[in-house]
């Protein structure tokens, strides 16, 4: 999973040096959307590591690069590089994601009936597939 980011200069800690936990945000939704590409299935992390290389700044271009490590007792391992226009990595992100499962949806997510026809094939245990 790829995504292309420019980050606002209304995204800093300090002047033109995007806030890191921004930048942490942007990568687990990447993730995640790694994993539901990736494995039909809708996640949430449980945990996530972000180490930084360099600063990330505002108005730059950057790209997420998000792929699946590992698939372990039902949960997914997940690596993410944000990298700059040349190619050169500024963090690197990994984290563990949980799927979703259909007999907990309601009470983590407010859907409708309507929602939650759409989001049922792509959820853990109950759901249909």
């Known amino acids: 999973m790829v995504a292309d980011v420019v980050f606002d ?6 002047p033109g040096v995007v806030h890191g936990g921004i930048v942490s945000t942007a990568a687990d939704d ?8 990736g ?3 809708l996640t949430f992390s ?10 990330v700044r505002a108005g730059a271009a950057y790209r997420i690069t998000a792929r699946t490590t590992s698939v372990l007792g039902g949960m997914f391992g997940v690596e ?4 700059g226009e040349t190619g050169d990595l500024h963090a690197l992100v990994t984290g563990t994601y949980k799927p979703i499962r259909d007999d907990n949806v309601r009470s983590l997510l407010a859907l409708n009936d309507q929602e ?4 049922r094939p ?8």
């Open 122 to 129: 792509f959820l853990g245990g109950g759901g249909e597939r």
């Open 30 to 37: 990447v993730m995640a959307h790694a994993v539901l590409l």
């Open 116 to 119: 939650h026809r759409l989001i």
């Open 9 to 14: 200069e209304d995204l800093c800690s300090y």
């Open 46 to 55: 449980t945990t996530l590591r972000t180490r930084f290389l360099s600063v």
């Open 80 to 83: 993410a590089e944000v990298t």
């Open 39 to 41: 494995h039909h299935t």
